[in-house]
């Protein structure tokens, strides 16, 4: 059992840190929102500018696309990981593992990246309406604009195409929980499937699919990334964005961050709320229970279909930026007329690209540091402890997963600003490193949490308190027997928290204000908007980034296991 006077102290240093990093921002932000001034220039408790924002027509439809987005896509979302997770679970099909394995690939590109090659293939010349002119069913002198009729729509694609994974590994979690008694109960007394799917299946499976839909709804109701590259100015956070300007002089930004966090806030409880009832017949599965029935013939075919299909569709963003980023000329036809590895080599010499990547690990590997340190002392003091507070420390831990990225962000810029209480953070130069790890550190801290209170629940304390007995210091302990023994959990955690540190959208936009401090997401951005090939340029940074993330997640998932655990609420 853990000292006792070391886990206080930990619990109250962590509890420090979030104070200071976590809550301070986003409750200043909330406190901007809400703070006016008066007649005699004293500061004043206001709903002004939260009215006002409320009674902007331009403000309220912005939330009230953001919310919809949100809805949307999880909606979305739950159509199409659903029957991925029902079927998984159900049967047992050819090439079960394989296509369970390729439910991640979505994970490896960020959406906003991915919206690139998406914008190119649905333009007026783009891939798309090229393939339907080639089939006769559209008129060549008349090319529909689908991004300028259905951008909502689009970006409610590319956010149900990249999260469904998340949603799929919640939900078959649950579902691998789900006592098998009850539903052999209900069929041995004649119950139909599709009565026992919606009586007994859904209900218990509920409490997953609520965990996962709350991070897919949060996701998306403060995606910024997508409907910059999109265009779609229509909608909260790019309103948010680009109101960071005018900061001291706008109090909008600050209302409408209010609004999001406190909206994600609500959304978040309810999940943890639903999660904190344990639900009825959710006793471990039996290790002699097989992992389903077995389907042949042109059922294991058509489940394996499904399987494919879904990645077949959740790949085109992919294959979108990557033929972007090898064309030479791709303008009116399905594929590019030219390839070429020009942009590849163009890219390494364009002076925002290299010091971008260089930038980018400087700041995930520093932030990936912070992360692993934080979360072994707080998994230890979570699994390891005795005290009554590590149900509310562990849950304090996860918070940053119902903040968005937005708000954090935003908090920090206000409070960088000259004479505000983290300007002491900006460096030399305005350099954004500290603000930057803090943010990526502290956003990721969950999923080291999550792996290291995995590895410490299925290592031995034993062999702990045998080194201790026969006279180890508790850091040669630590050092020689308790890492050793979690070291494959904590990996996984730290490689995925460095991986989507890289690739970061929301703090990389905001709080990276100059071009040589750029990190990579800002880099692409800007490649975006840049005349000639910049757009090329753009793609090929995105499949560099690509591939790092792909090697990143699957060294995750080989090390950590049960690679659902890491993105549950």
């Given at each position: ?28 932000v909330v406190k901007q929102a809400f703070e006016g001034t008066g007649a005699d220039g004293e500061k004043i408790w206001t709903l002004d500018f939260i009215v006002s924002v409320f009674s902007n ?365 983290f300007h002491f953070l900006v460096g030399v130069g305005g350099s954004p490193f500290m603000l930057l790890v803090l943010a990526y550190g502290i956003r990721r801290l969950p999923y080291v949490v ?120």
């Amino acid at each position: 059992m853990m000292n006792r006077k070391l886990a206080w102290g930990i619990s109250l240093g962590v509890v420090a840190v979030f104070a200071v990093f976590f809550i301070y921002p986003a409750g200043m932000v909330v406190k901007q929102a809400f703070e006016g001034t008066g007649a005699d220039g004293e500061k004043i408790w206001t709903l002004d500018f939260i009215v006002s924002v409320f009674s902007n027509p331009i403000y309220r439809e912005g939330l009230w696309n953001a919310f919809m987005m949100g809805v949307v896509s999880t909606a979305l979302t739950i159509l199409i990981a659903f029957p991925l997770a029902l079927v998984a679970h159900r049967f047992d099909f050819v090439g079960k593992s394989f296509l369970s394995v390729l439910v991640l690939a979505p994970l490896i590109l960020p959406p906003f990246v991915g919206a690139v090659g998406v914008k190119q293939m649905l333009g007026v010349n783009g891939a798309f309406n090229a393939l339907l002119i080639d089939m006769g069913l559209m008129d060549g002198a008349m090319p529909f604009d689908w991004l300028a009729e259905g951008r909502f729509f689009g970006i409610v694609l590319m956010n149900a195409l990249h999260l469904y994974p998340i949603l799929y590994m919640n939900i078959a979690g649950a579902l691998a929980n789900l006592d098998p008694a009850m539903e052999q109960a209900a069929e041995n007394l004649g119950c139909p499937p599709w009565k026992r799917f919606f009586k007994i299946t859904l209900p218990l499976a509920m409490p997953g699919v609520f965990a996962g839909s709350s991070l897919v709804f949060i996701w998306s109701f403060t995606e910024l990334g997508v409907p910059l590259v999109f265009d779609y100015a229509r909608i909260a956070p790019v309103q948010i964005f680009d109101g960071i300007k005018g900061l001291e002089k706008n109090p909008a930004p600050y209302a409408l961050t209010a609004v999001l966090l406190v909206v994600a806030a609500i959304v978040f409880a309810m999940a943890k709320l639903v999660m904190g009832r344990a639900p009825l017949g959710t006793a471990p599965r039996p290790k002699a229970r097989s992992n389903g029935q077995k389907l042949g013939g042109w059922k294991g075919l058509a489940c394996a279909g499904l399987f494919l299909g879904v990645f077949v569709a959740a790949s085109v963003p992919h294959a979108g930026v990557l033929l972007l980023s090898l064309s030479e000329r791709w303008y009116g036809t399905v594929i590019p007329d030219e390839l070429t590895m020009r942009h590849y080599i163009e890219a390494l010499g364009n002076g925002l690209v290299v010091p971008s990547i260089q930038n980018s690990l400087m700041y995930a590997g520093t932030a990936t540091l912070l992360s692993v340190a934080i979360g072994i002392a707080v998994a230890w003091v979570i699994v390891r402890s005795d005290l009554k507070i590590r149900g509310a420390l562990d849950a304090m831990v996860m918070m940053p997963l119902a903040v968005p990225g937005l708000v954090m962000a935003f908090g920090y810029l206000a409070l960088s600003q000259e004479g505000k209480p983290f300007h002491f953070l900006v460096g030399v130069g305005g350099s954004p490193f500290m603000l930057l790890v803090l943010a990526y550190g502290i956003r990721r801290l969950p999923y080291v949490v999550r792996a290291a209170v995995a590895g410490l629940q299925q290592s031995n304390p034993a062999l702990e308190e045998a080194a201790k007995s026969l006279g180890a210091t508790p850091m040669r302990m630590m050092r020689r027997i308790a890492i050793p023994l979690i070291g494959a959990n904590l990996a996984a955690g730290a490689i995925l928290g460095f991986a989507f540190s890289m690739l970061e959208v929301s703090d990389s936009l905001i709080l990276a204000q100059q071009a040589q401090h750029y990190p990579i997401t800002k880099a692409i951005y800007t490649l975006l908007s840049t005349l000639g090939n910049g757009t090329e340029l753009a793609a090929a940074l995105g499949v560099w980034a690509m591939v790092f993330l792909s090697v990143a997640i699957m060294g995750a998932a080989i090390l950590g296991g049960k690679r659902g655990g890491l993105f549950k609420v």
